[in-house]
């Protein structure tokens, strides 16, 4: 089966074509190297495909660039500090450069770690950016969730990476906590100290367990050498992992967007990746790396040196944990000390466990199931790509306060003594002020928020009905005087008139077509109490119906909105707006 | 500008009445209705504004020339880090204004860094913001569900994959398979949590004070040990204890084990104090202790954190962690914070050369509370 025609060199088989020469000297530099990639993995499709991909803009979109780019540097950092440090707990004396502690017996952890300090060069500018980068991970992480629970970006279909973000804020803290401990210097050796004692609080397994995790009486041995390896290697595996099939999620959902003019649920609008996001949020990769640089340049951070080797029998004063930890050991603070006791000669430490061991998951659980009670109060089963105004969602931005400040006051207790001391207060005061604070604090919160998200949401309805306050006092013939208001751009209007009018959900009627009574079950109604909480007083938008209603009668429009201005009060018809001015 | 023709994802719901009005359990939210439309329309996208750098080449220049200019700086920034990298010392030390003394390394290597990766950063960012496109794109979103055929093709095949491995057929394969892999990694999780360390049997209830080392296994049998001067490794002699005055103490010996000394520590660590018997209320702590003289374990019945603070004046022990607050006039009761538990007293007396002495053991477990503690 010989051909007789001729063919190229370069064509192997029949029918091959050479490829058409690409126009300029760079397009056929890229499609080379590309091309050569690309016959053997085929990805110049998807390759292209995502670097056309649009993503929305907004500055609450970059909190959670900063926590992966936090992550990335400490993951940077943190390999070359393993050059350097020993995870050792053997004893050794120190000789090296800091001089206040030549000549004493430390663990080969904590030399190593004074060595990184004083003796390696640059090494002290890694370990400051490490831990700086940590705090940073864990603040930008945490803001980053806020804004996602107040957006309601969580809502279907991300319900699955929300679940997977809150897990990785708790491998986070965990992740967090080994590290600082490996200093092995007197105040982390002090939190592992209270770390041995909180696991030891657990019900009827806590010595197992301590003499499990520390290989044997504390310290022994044992436990920088594991902290070590699940801070480098177990933890990491972990959370780099879940945050690749977070930000692939991110990719298949594509990012929710604001509502605003020609956004849509069914659409995207922003920039595309190449060449605007790469740009953007590659440098702002260098952006927040530059910050953390220049923040350890100045700012010290855990100065180890200061503290001295660790020794069960001494501390310093005023032991703090990194801020992650607080709340944890603020509730320990408050935990009375008369919760525990004793049963048939068993120690039952309910003023240990419940802050120590249960409170941590137990946030993380909490958060990680929030999506799906709120999902089971409202009914909806729609997609949600369009984010909400927190305004618009007064119930949920209540809650997310109420949580917020029952954390904060726990993270103040763990700093009661700080507080004591420079305030110059009784720090039994203190503690009894947190410890009526986190239950009387959240409510007033939650109803404070509340109160105010639905204020603000009259406010926009106000401003759809009746225009913006122009400024501009008009006195009229017979001598009256009101104040001009401007109607609105179409396109300022839709943001405040675009989202769905809400209702609670309702019990059915107590019987069915055929005056049979229908069953409604306990579950049933324990759902329309909790949509009655979220949606008894809602506030919805104003409908084209009331502004037409409002536009014509200044009378009418009272009836609508009890909150009119003193024009409306004294039933005058509203003026006439004026041309529509670009706020 | 926008993509009203692509399927719907997030679609109301069919309004069946006004706001207000019941709403039936299976139903999400429901839009009012009236004469007029039930809702405003959106507008589209806002027309596009111009930047400076759009209209004019004079901007478009000098927005060149500053990004050119930024990445400039990163350079410097970087030529700057390599040299003082080699030119300073890591132990010299600088006084920066605002900062105080501080390790000139670290500064000048902090600073020079932090300019390589700000100059890139932000002239990647004002680049983006002035010369890049900024007319917003628009793309039409999908539902996340795959389409009916998608999903029963699916399920098909995972349906027909079980029948054609004849797994319904055979259930004895599937009972063995499902056994066989619920069990095997039963071996590895015996394996860790069996050789991580080993049973606590006595030693949580045990210190040294008992005899000598106390770790797991060991039953030291009880002989008086004196108590020494932590870290001196001196013993005390009643007389050198004064009204007011606090020993940091451990039992004799403990200073010169080879091994396991800070775990002896982080139990036997104890603190000596001199009151006036007189204000000292509990019988118990003045017969267990001599003309005044108290020791009371020093770790917190908490979590286990040395408690550190003395207050003279009233006599208090603070413990720094969580601020429990033990009275050492009553027999160290707690009087507040979340310790439950008072600190065990050392009984103590004077030997023939008027050494401190212990003359018992604690008589139960020092430190924080664990479940059988009290058996």
Redesign the interface.
């Given at each position: 089966m010989t051909t007789s025609t001729s063919r190229p060199a370069d064509a192997l088989r029949e029918g091959d074509s050479t490829p058409t020469t690409p126009s300029s000297a760079t397009a056929r530099k890229i499609g080379g190297l590309g091309g050569w990639v690309d016959d053997r993995t085929g990805s110049a499709k998807p390759a292209g495909y995502l670097m056309k991909?649009?993503f929305p803009d907004h500055w609450s979109f970059m909190l959670g660039e900063i926590a992966m780019y936090s992550m990335i540097i400490c993951l940077v950092t943190g390999a070359f500090l393993t050059f350097w440090y020993v995870p050792s707990m053997g004893l050794t004396i120190y000789n090296g450069?800091y001089v206040p502690l030549r000549g004493i017996e430390m663990s080969e952890a904590y030399k190593s770690t004074l060595d990184i300090s004083?003796?390696?060069?640059?090494g002290?500018?890694i370990r400051?950016?490490h831990h700086w980068a940590a705090l940073m991970f864990v603040v930008a992480l945490v803001v980053h969730m806020f804004r996602v629970f107040f957006t309601g970006a969580f809502r279907k279909?991300r319900e699955i990476n929300w679940v997977i973000g809150s897990v990785l804020a708790l491998l986070a803290i965990v992740e967090g906590f080994a590290g600082y401990s490996l200093p092995d210097d007197l105040l982390s050796g002090?939190g592992i100290?209270?770390m041995?004692?909180?696991v030891?609080?657990?019900?009827?397994?806590?010595?197992?367990l301590?003499?499990?995790?520390?290989?044997?009486?504390?310290?022994?041995e044992?436990i920088i050498p594991r902290l070590y390896s699940a801070h480098i290697l177990l933890i990491p595996a972990l959370l780099v992992g879940l945050f690749t099939a977070h930000i692939a999620i991110v990719f298949i959902?594509?990012h929710t967007q604001f509502p605003g003019?020609?956004?849509?649920?069914?659409?995207?609008?922003?920039?595309?990746v190449m060449?605007?996001y790469a740009?953007?949020a590659?440098?702002?990769?260098?952006?927040?790396?530059?910050?953390t640089?220049?923040i350890?340049?100045?700012?010290?951070i855990n100065p180890i040196w200061g503290y001295g080797p660790?020794?069960?029998?001494?501390?310093?004063?005023?032991?703090q944990p990194d801020w992650y930890m607080g709340f944890a050991?603020g509730a320990?603070?408050?935990?009375?000390?008369?919760?525990?006791f004793?049963a048939f000669?068993?120690?039952?430490?309910a003023?240990?466990f419940p802050g120590?061991l249960i409170l941590l998951p137990l946030v993380y659980i909490v958060l990680g199931i929030y999506p799906f009670v709120e999902k089971w109060a409202?009914?909806?089963?729609?997609?949600?790509?369009l984010l909400e105004r927190p305004r618009n969602a007064p119930v949920r931005a209540g809650i997310g306060m109420a949580g917020i400040t029952a954390y904060t006051v726990l993270l103040f207790a763990s700093g009661?003594?700080i507080m004591a001391i420079k305030l110059d207060m009784s720090?039994?005061d203190l503690?009894w002020f947190f410890r009526i604070g986190f239950f009387v604090l959240p409510p007033i919160a939650f109803w404070i928020t509340k109160r105010v998200c639905l204020s603000l949401q009259r406010r926009d309805r106000d401003t759809v009905l009746h225009g913006i306050e122009s400024g501009t006092i008009i006195r009229t013939p017979d001598g009256r005087f009101f104040e001009r208001h401007e109607a609105m751009l179409?396109?300022d209007?839709?943001i405040l008139?675009?989202h769905?009018?809400?209702?609670?959900?309702?019990?059915?009627a107590g019987v069915d077509a055929n005056g049979v009574a229908r069953k409604t079950g306990h579950l049933?109604r324990a759902?329309?109490r909790l949509s009655h909480f979220y949606f008894a007083d809602a506030v919805?938008?104003v409908?084209?119906?009331e502004l037409?209603a409002a536009h014509h009668d200044g009378q009418e429009m009272e009836s609508i909105e009890a909150s009119g201005g003193p024009g409306a009060l004294e039933g005058e018809k509203e003026p006439e707006a004026s041309g529509p001015t670009r706020r | 500008?926008?993509?009203?023709d692509?399927?719907?994802?997030?679609?109301?719901?069919t309004p069946t009445s006004g706001?207000?009005?019941?709403?039936?359990?299976?139903?999400?939210?429901?839009?009012?209705e009236?004469?007029?439309?039930?809702?405003?329309t959106?507008?589209?996208?806002?027309p596009h504004t111009p930047r400076m750098a759009d209209l004019g080449e004079d901007a478009a220049k000098r927005a060149e020339k500053q990004v050119a200019t930024l990445f400039g700086i990163s350079m410097l920034g970087t030529v700057l880090f390599i040299v003082l990298?080699f030119a300073i010392d890591?132990?010299q030390t600088v006084f920066?204004p605002g900062?105080g003394l501080?390790?000139a390394?670290?500064?000048?290597?902090?600073?020079t860094?932090?300019?390589?990766?700000?100059?890139?950063?932000?002239?990647?960012?004002h680049?983006?913001?002035t010369l890049?496109?900024?007319e917003?794109?628009?793309?039409?979103?999908h539902?996340?569900r795959s389409s009916q055929e998608a999903r029963e093709g699916f399920v098909g095949t995972l349906s027909e994959g079980g029948s054609d491995a004849q797994l319904g057929r055979r259930p004895l394969i599937k009972y063995t398979l499902g056994g066989a892999l619920g069990l095997f990694a039963v071996p590895l999780v015996v394996q860790v949590?069996g050789s991580?360390?080993?049973?606590?049997q006595k030693?949580?209830s045990l210190t040294f004070w008992n005899g000598g080392p106390s770790?797991?296994g060991e039953e030291p049998e009880f002989v008086p040990l004196r108590l020494v001067r932590?870290p001196e490794n001196t013993p005390i002699k009643a007389s050198d204890v004064t009204i007011g005055s606090v020993f940091?103490v451990?039992p004799e010996g403990l200073l010169d084990l080879e091994v396991?000394r800070?775990?002896e520590?982080?139990?036997a660590?104890v603190l000596l104090m001199r009151l006036d018997p007189d204000i000292i209320e509990s019988q118990k702590e003045l017969d267990w202790g001599y003309q005044g003289i108290v020791a009371y374990s020093?770790i917190c019945t908490?979590?286990?954190?040395?408690v550190?603070?003395y207050e003279q004046q009233t006599h208090h022990l603070l413990c720094?962690?969580?601020?429990?607050t033990f009275d050492v006039t009553q027999d160290c009761k707690?009087i507040?914070?979340?310790?439950?538990?008072p600190l065990p007293q050392l009984a103590i007396t004077v030997d023939d050369e008027g050494y401190l002495v212990s003359t018992q053991p604690f008589r139960e477990a020092i430190?924080?509370?664990?479940?059988?503690?009290?058996?």
């Amino acid at each position: 089966m010989t051909t007789s025609t001729s063919r190229p060199a370069d064509a192997l088989r029949e029918g091959d074509s050479t490829p058409t020469t690409p126009s300029s000297a760079t397009a056929r530099k890229i499609g080379g190297l590309g091309g050569w990639v690309d016959d053997r993995t085929g990805s110049a499709k998807p390759a292209g495909y995502l670097m056309k991909k649009v993503f929305p803009d907004h500055w609450s979109f970059m909190l959670g660039e900063i926590a992966m780019y936090s992550m990335i540097i400490c993951l940077v950092t943190g390999a070359f500090l393993t050059f350097w440090y020993v995870p050792s707990m053997g004893l050794t004396i120190y000789n090296g450069s800091y001089v206040p502690l030549r000549g004493i017996e430390m663990s080969e952890a904590y030399k190593s770690t004074l060595d990184i300090s004083f003796d390696i060069k640059g090494g002290l500018i890694i370990r400051q950016i490490h831990h700086w980068a940590a705090l940073m991970f864990v603040v930008a992480l945490v803001v980053h969730m806020f804004r996602v629970f107040f957006t309601g970006a969580f809502r279907k279909p991300r319900e699955i990476n929300w679940v997977i973000g809150s897990v990785l804020a708790l491998l986070a803290i965990v992740e967090g906590f080994a590290g600082y401990s490996l200093p092995d210097d007197l105040l982390s050796g002090t939190g592992i100290r209270a770390m041995q004692g909180f696991v030891q609080s657990a019900p009827v397994i806590g010595s197992y367990l301590v003499y499990a995790i520390f290989g044997g009486p504390f310290p022994g041995e044992l436990i920088i050498p594991r902290l070590y390896s699940a801070h480098i290697l177990l933890i990491p595996a972990l959370l780099v992992g879940l945050f690749t099939a977070h930000i692939a999620i991110v990719f298949i959902q594509k990012h929710t967007q604001f509502p605003g003019p020609g956004r849509t649920n069914d659409n995207v609008v922003g920039y595309p990746v190449m060449p605007v996001y790469a740009a953007k949020a590659g440098g702002f990769f260098f952006i927040v790396f530059g910050v953390t640089a220049l923040i350890s340049a100045v700012v010290g951070i855990n100065p180890i040196w200061g503290y001295g080797p660790y020794d069960p029998s001494a501390v310093t004063a005023c032991s703090q944990p990194d801020w992650y930890m607080g709340f944890a050991d603020g509730a320990l603070r408050l935990l009375p000390g008369w919760m525990e006791f004793e049963a048939f000669g068993y120690t039952i430490s309910a003023n240990i466990f419940p802050g120590a061991l249960i409170l941590l998951p137990l946030v993380y659980i909490v958060l990680g199931i929030y999506p799906f009670v709120e999902k089971w109060a409202t009914g909806d089963n729609r997609e949600h790509h369009l984010l909400e105004r927190p305004r618009n969602a007064p119930v949920r931005a209540g809650i997310g306060m109420a949580g917020i400040t029952a954390y904060t006051v726990l993270l103040f207790a763990s700093g009661n003594d700080i507080m004591a001391i420079k305030l110059d207060m009784s720090i039994n005061d203190l503690t009894w002020f947190f410890r009526i604070g986190f239950f009387v604090l959240p409510p007033i919160a939650f109803w404070i928020t509340k109160r105010v998200c639905l204020s603000l949401q009259r406010r926009d309805r106000d401003t759809v009905l009746h225009g913006i306050e122009s400024g501009t006092i008009i006195r009229t013939p017979d001598g009256r005087f009101f104040e001009r208001h401007e109607a609105m751009l179409p396109e300022d209007q839709w943001i405040l008139v675009q989202h769905d009018a809400v209702a609670p959900l309702e019990l059915e009627a107590g019987v069915d077509a055929n005056g049979v009574a229908r069953k409604t079950g306990h579950l049933d109604r324990a759902r329309a109490r909790l949509s009655h909480f979220y949606f008894a007083d809602a506030v919805n938008p104003v409908t084209p119906a009331e502004l037409a209603a409002a536009h014509h009668d200044g009378q009418e429009m009272e009836s609508i909105e009890a909150s009119g201005g003193p024009g409306a009060l004294e039933g005058e018809k509203e003026p006439e707006a004026s041309g529509p001015t670009r706020r | 500008m926008n993509e009203h023709d692509t399927p719907a994802t997030g679609s109301e719901v069919t309004p069946t009445s006004g706001p207000g009005a019941p709403v039936r359990l299976d139903q999400g939210h429901v839009v009012g209705e009236g004469g007029v439309p039930e809702r405003f329309t959106n507008p589209g996208l806002p027309p596009h504004t111009p930047r400076m750098a759009d209209l004019g080449e004079d901007a478009a220049k000098r927005a060149e020339k500053q990004v050119a200019t930024l990445f400039g700086i990163s350079m410097l920034g970087t030529v700057l880090f390599i040299v003082l990298y080699f030119a300073i010392d890591v132990e010299q030390t600088v006084f920066i204004p605002g900062i105080g003394l501080t390790s000139a390394s670290n500064f000048a290597l902090g600073v020079t860094l932090a300019m390589g990766m700000l100059g890139i950063g932000f002239g990647a960012v004002h680049w983006a913001k002035t010369l890049m496109p900024d007319e917003e794109i628009v793309e039409s979103r999908h539902p996340m569900r795959s389409s009916q055929e998608a999903r029963e093709g699916f399920v098909g095949t995972l349906s027909e994959g079980g029948s054609d491995a004849q797994l319904g057929r055979r259930p004895l394969i599937k009972y063995t398979l499902g056994g066989a892999l619920g069990l095997f990694a039963v071996p590895l999780v015996v394996q860790v949590a069996g050789s991580l360390g080993p049973m606590p049997q006595k030693s949580l209830s045990l210190t040294f004070w008992n005899g000598g080392p106390s770790g797991p296994g060991e039953e030291p049998e009880f002989v008086p040990l004196r108590l020494v001067r932590d870290p001196e490794n001196t013993p005390i002699k009643a007389s050198d204890v004064t009204i007011g005055s606090v020993f940091h103490v451990l039992p004799e010996g403990l200073l010169d084990l080879e091994v396991h000394r800070l775990e002896e520590k982080a139990k036997a660590a104890v603190l000596l104090m001199r009151l006036d018997p007189d204000i000292i209320e509990s019988q118990k702590e003045l017969d267990w202790g001599y003309q005044g003289i108290v020791a009371y374990s020093k770790i917190c019945t908490h979590v286990g954190c040395p408690v550190g603070l003395y207050e003279q004046q009233t006599h208090h022990l603070l413990c720094p962690c969580h601020q429990s607050t033990f009275d050492v006039t009553q027999d160290c009761k707690v009087i507040f914070g979340p310790a439950k538990r008072p600190l065990p007293q050392l009984a103590i007396t004077v030997d023939d050369e008027g050494y401190l002495v212990s003359t018992q053991p604690f008589r139960e477990a020092i430190g924080p509370s664990f479940w059988e503690r009290g058996l």
